[in-house]
């Protein structure tokens, strides 16, 4: 083994880091509430970003996305191997025509058992659906894509896992139009890497082992310090990366070598180049991309800053790197894309600000009775909010979003709305109407009060992920009415007029104490901010 040989050169090479921050273009992704990035792949100067979404009405869609690294789209094409409620893309990779092979999983309604597929698909490079094939999936719930490879130009492999223990990890191999040519089980190990090289069927790996396939079984295995982050082959030489160290084998498995870069760990992402070996080293905040010679030396590094580094996929080649990760909202969840270069330190600017809410107003509240449960009402809200820009850049846009309800079967009711043109400079507020931002179906008992917490919170200021979460929500408990059963309504008060503490009337009063004048004649001291 060669152990540490990279230590001398790695700790010259640690006292001047190479940075490459250049930032060529950043994206956001949040038409739904609920947005997952699943996969990135580079092609030359363009990025395949393979990402979901769930709709209100809980169907899940995966999309693929082709994009230039100035940030244009050049299609983005939604994904639909077969028709289905469920549709969750998991793996892709290179196709020999030059877009890409997708594997995944679809579940024909949302909510019911059955009718679940395992699917494979090409897209071609400028879009196009070329073909798709399906195949049963006999757990439904609780199965996992876990690999797909192509070896050479004829065979495509995937593995598919089930949880449940059902059949353990099934390994199915198709042509290069998605027809089944063979296909065997490989236990209860999950399979999460496949690959092969000459003299060999095909090599695949889960956390800590090597198992070398041929004629449908296992020929041997070899364990190995993990966990195993990926594994790839170049002519007759298997590298296998796991999380703090590179392993080279030969053409009979045979251990060649390992090593790995004093001080860093978190590899993942190998790629083999004609003559070099990458993979990147990730922190909370850094992503540096390591750059080796065939003797396992570092030639190159290049780190990359990041908000957060511990979740996201990455691809990158000798010009560029793409990240894109799951970012969390206060509700729900975004895709935050970027693509660095690697040869440049020159970023673009972007208007990136930190927007939230600070008041909610109900303006309106309307309710009916069903003519067929006299206890059973519909309530609708009207209301405006507080806007404030508290970060550095003027703010043009953003979405204003309010959850409302679970969805009968599958999903969850929100309240989504763009609001442009802006022009909100920092430090400075705006009042925003939302027009009708609730409504509920229930039983309310004569003489209950009504009360109901509201969390209105931003999202995508100026089409970018707001990274600062904590001041996104306003969030308060209202008072809505009392139930009146002979009244058949629920008594609702409104804001008549506001006066300040002299008796004068105030329009959009902001940091002071008002007194409110409702519509049943009561009055209430509160701070406008």
């Keep these: 083994m060669r152990r540490g040989i990279l230590t001398a050169f790695f700790f010259g090479l640690m006292l001047w880091p190479s940075f490459a921050q250049g930032l060529n273009v950043e994206l956001g992704f949040n038409d739904h509430n609920y947005q997952e990035a699943k996969d990135v792949l580079i092609a030359e100067e363009y990025t395949f970003l393979l990402r979901d979404e769930w709709t209100m009405l809980g169907q899940q869609r995966s999309y693929l996305s082709k994009i230039d690294t100035n940030g244009q789209t050049e299609w983005n094409v939604q994904l639909m191997p077969h028709p289905a409620e469920i549709v969750d893309a ?41 073909w798709s094939k399906i195949w049963v999936d006999l757990d439904c719930y609780s199965s996992n894509s876990s690999a797909i490879h192509q070896s050479g130009d004829t065979t495509i492999w995937v593995t598919t896992y089930f949880n449940a223990g059902i059949n353990g990890t099934f390994i199915r191999g198709s042509d290069s139009l998605g027809y089944n040519t063979t296909g065997y089980g490989a236990g209860f190990n999950d399979i999460k890497h496949l690959t092969s090289m000459p003299g060999f069927e095909l090599i695949g790996a889960d956390d800590n082992t090597i198992y070398n396939y041929s004629n449908s079984s296992v020929v041997s295995s070899i364990n190995i310090t993990g966990p195993i982050r990926d594994l790839e082959t170049r002519n007759d030489t298997l590298y296998v990366l796991t999380a703090d160290s590179i392993f080279e084998f030969n053409d009979t498995l045979g251990l060649i070598g390992a090593d790995n870069v004093p001080g860093t760990n978190d590899y993942d992402f190998l790629s083999l180049g004609v003559n070099t070996i990458s993979f990147a080293s990730r922190t909370a905040t850094e992503v540096t991309v390591f750059t080796l010679d065939n003797s396992l030396q570092v030639i190159n590094s290049k780190m990359i800053l990041v908000d957060d580094a511990n979740q996201f996929k990455v691809a990158f080649s000798n010009e560029h790197m793409s990240v894109a990760r799951t970012f969390n909202l206060f ?58 820009n508290f970060g550095p850049d003027t703010l043009h846009s953003c979405i204003v979003n309010n959850f409302i309800s679970q969805g009968i079967a599958c999903g969850e009711w929100f309240y989504k709305e763009s609001f442009s043109g802006l022009n909100l400079p920092p430090g400075d507020s705006v009042v925003l109407d939302l027009g009708l931002f609730y409504a509920e179906n229930n039983f309310f008992g004569q003489g209950n009060s009504v009360y109901r917490e509201f969390c209105p919170f931003t999202s995508y200021a100026n089409e970018l992920t707001d990274l600062v979460v904590g001041n996104d929500a306003y969030c308060n408990d209202f008072f809505l009415g009392v139930a009146n059963m002979t009244e058949v309504s629920i008594e609702d008060k409104e804001i008549m007029k506001m006066f300040d503490l002299l008796g004068r009337e105030v329009q959009n009063p902001r940091n002071e104490m008002v007194v409110v004048l409702f519509s049943d004649g009561s009055t209430e001291k509160m701070f406008a901010d």
């Design 90 to 130: 998991r793996k892709m990779m290179r196709s020999e025509k030059g877009g890409v092979y997708i594997t995944g999983f679809v579940r024909e309604v949302c909510d019911v058992g059955g009718g679940c597929y395992w699917f494979l698909m090409e897209i071609l490079p400028d879009g196009t659906d070329y």
């Design 331 to 388: 509700d729900g969840t975004a895709v935050q894309y970027q693509d660095y270069s690697l040869l440049s330190n020159v970023s673009v600017d972007l208007d990136r600000t930190d927007v939230g809410i600070t008041n909610l107003i109900i303006n309106d509240i309307a309710t009916s009775q069903d003519s067929n449960f006299p206890d059973l009402f519909s309530m609708e809200l009207w209301g405006s909010v507080t806007l404030t």
